[in-house]
């Protein structure tokens, strides 16, 4: 069962949208290629775990505090008995280990994984007893890519390779999971999320240097116009309603802006020339909550319909 499922990580999303309307510095552009590589070594992970363990009590993607030190787990995996912890690795290539320096064939020192899930573990077990849960903890390193292979591995080090995923889940899918105690660990989790992440404080742009328009859902290209009712691509000739095309505007809008007020004119500008204000303002009257009946009208989210808790 996945309890929470992984999303793509928000600064790969913001790199995902500013390559789309300015180039890339090349920080920017290998911190996009980092995380891309990460991100899917996780999905692929993923796939794993819901072949082989569909029994299993998992919560991706965790982010926590503790004493004012923020850590991260890719993969928790909850028995009644043992919490399992998974660091994914997607490298892909010959490494070795000399001592506790990791190395890329032939010399290239890397960043240790072994020494980043130490410290995820200390800080995890100590944020455990600080909630009153004290419960064995068993963590891997998963090389996911079928194509690495890393040489001198430390018996010690509880490393999984891609060849052996299959087995693991397998064997930890014949374990229980539906205990109050787990139930109880998992409720403690989610109320416990912390998100820290400041765009503002990673990417450095300005709403002006961004080019303007409305960039294709296909390729992403942004040679569109539109036509009738909907906008279309020059470069692969892929159509979508122009509404649908503004809405997807907004929301990238307000994922690199989020402390900008949406207006129309704002969005209107964002769209490009080709698309009209009113087209803009009717998208933004139809799916936001319109603020004011002046020049400074602006527009907020829709307040949900309250939905009942999830049950275990």
Same mark, same amino acid.
């Given at each position: 069962?996945?309890?929470?499922?992984? %999303? %793509?990580? %928000?600064?790969?999303?913001?790199?995902?949208?500013?390559? =789309?309307? #300015?180039?890339?510095?090349?920080?920017?552009?290998?911190k996009y290629q980092h995380l891309m590589r990460g991100y899917e070594g996780e999905l692929r992970f993923d796939s794993y775990l819901k072949r082989y363990g569909k029994n299993l009590m998992v919560l991706n993607d965790i982010q926590l505090k503790y004493n004012e030190k923020y850590f991260q787990i890719d993969t928790i995996v909850i028995t009644n008995d043992i919490i399992y912890l998974f660091e994914i690795k997607n490298y892909h290539?010959?490494?070795?280990?000399?001592?506790?320096?990791?190395? =890329?064939?032939?010399? %290239?020192? /890397?960043?240790?994984?072994?020494?980043?899930r130490n410290r995820t573990i200390s800080l995890f077990r100590m944020f455990l007893k600080s909630k009153g849960i004290d419960m064995p903890l068993k963590s891997y390193i998963v090389f996911i890519h079928p194509q690495c292979s890393i040489y001198q591995t430390p018996l010690n080090q509880q490393i999984i390779f891609h060849s052996n995923v299959h087995s693991i889940l397998t064997q930890l899918n014949e374990n229980e999971y539906s205990g109050k105690k787990s139930k109880n660990i998992v409720r403690v989790l989610?109320? !416990?999320?912390?998100?820290?992440?400041?765009?503002?404080?990673?990417?450095?742009? *300005?709403?002006?240097?961004?080019?303007k328009g409305i960039p294709c859902y296909q390729c992403g290209s942004m040679e569109t116009y539109p036509i009738n009712r909907?906008? =279309?691509? #020059?470069?692969?000739?892929?159509?979508? /309603?122009?509404?649908?095309?503004?809405?997807?505007?907004? #929301?990238?809008?307000? #994922?690199?802006?989020?402390?900008?007020?949406? *207006? !129309?004119? /704002?969005? !209107? =500008?964002?769209?490009?020339? !080709?698309? *009209?204000?009113?087209r803009c303002k009717r998208v933004l009257l139809n799916h936001f909550t319109k603020q004011g009946n002046t020049k400074s009208t602006y527009f907020i989210k829709k307040v949900d319909t309250p939905r009942s808790s999830t049950s275990y």
């Open positions: 069962m996945i309890i929470k499922e992984r %999303k %793509k990580p %928000k600064e790969l999303v913001i790199l995902e949208i500013l390559m =789309k309307r #300015k180039e890339l510095s090349q920080r920017d552009y290998m290539g010959q490494y070795y280990f000399d001592q506790d320096i990791l190395y =890329k064939v032939p010399n %290239k020192e /890397i960043e240790n994984p072994t020494l980043q989610e109320s !416990s999320l912390y998100h820290a992440f400041h765009q503002e404080d990673i990417f450095n742009y *300005t709403f002006d240097e961004l080019q909907v906008v =279309k691509c #020059k470069c692969c000739e892929a159509e979508e /309603i122009v509404s649908i095309s503004i809405l997807r505007c907004i #929301k990238n809008f307000q #994922k690199l802006f989020p402390n900008e007020k949406l *207006t !129309s004119n /704002i969005i !209107s =500008k964002w769209c490009g020339d !080709s698309i *009209t204000h009113t």
